[in-house]
């Protein structure tokens, strides 16, 4: 079967980035259909709108995404996208690499946040001049999707378990039902887990990283917990993430548009591989997909690498790399 990969490099360095990727993946995987679509700043600049109909569609349609980064549109580009896509679980690994110079080297968990809901569901109001409110959605629906998704991972993966964060003491009805409807599916399947709260997690997570292997967390937590852990592994250019939904997911790295360093040739382009490794995997293609993260890691710890690693590569030279190590 020849899967159909959406390609959408949006804005400033997504467009260096994902071309590299994709030159990887197509290495990796030589029937992959690939699809470019457009969306962003400059797609919003030449026809009055961020995300056209027809990305949306290819996007919807094709069996996974590889993302880039939108400016200053970036929220009515990816939200949208990642609802195309239906993507209940945003999973975001943050693991030190050889070769790095991270601030905390022995971390390397995974964050599995819930992406749909909590108090990013858009529920804001403005009552006066003085007053503004937000209504916090939780749903035993969402928090069963995403508990028996990391049921999966944890048992696919041979992890122990996993860890819950809420702050259940305080928002005891929402985060309250998050944490009973994950704990109650984990005892269903009989994966292992404890629970944290997600302020002393925080904490806990700074000064023993290696304590955590999967974290599990509702939307805002998830969000500020894994870029906490991103500050661990040094650097926003090795940061991949994946937005899965039941049928289809999209991939791309934490980092946005970096302005700074955009048309220079400079950018890391690892997030955004490692990001690639991930959708490789997700279609099933593991030994394909190890090989990518293989040939990342032995770059990143032996050279070229980029000046945000310390490096005076450019981006086509490590991707290149990678490419002979592959
Ligand atoms: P940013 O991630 O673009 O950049 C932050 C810093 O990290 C900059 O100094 C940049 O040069 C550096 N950096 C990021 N990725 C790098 C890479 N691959 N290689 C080397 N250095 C890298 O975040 P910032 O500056 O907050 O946002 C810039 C724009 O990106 C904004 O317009 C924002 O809206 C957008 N953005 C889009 C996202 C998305 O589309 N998912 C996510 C985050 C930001
Ligand atoms: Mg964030």
Known sequence: MTEQ??????????REVVPAARRVLEAAEPE?????????DAVKAETGTALPDETRDVVAGADATLFGAAGETAADVILPLRRAVDAFVNVRPARAHPGTDALRPETDLVFLRENT???YAGHESRLSDDVATLTRVVTESASERLAEFACEY???RGEDGFTVAHKANVMRETDGLF???VARVADERGVSHDEALMDALATHLCLHPEEYDVVVCPNLAGDVLSDLAAGLVGGLGLLPSANI???RALFEPVHGTAPDIAGEGVANPCATVFS????LEYLGYDDEGRAVRGATESVLEDGPRTPDLGGDAGTEEVTEAVLGRL
């Open 5 to 14: 990969i959406a390609v959408v490099p949006g804005d400033g360095i997504g």
């Open 32 to 40: 992959f259909e690939f699809v470019t679509a457009y969306a962003g």
């Open 117 to 119: 809901e909590g108090v």
């Open 154 to 156: 944890v048992d696919e």
């Open 179 to 181: 944490r009973d409807t």
């Open 245 to 247: 939904g039941p049928e």
């Open 276 to 279: 690639a490794a991930m959708l």
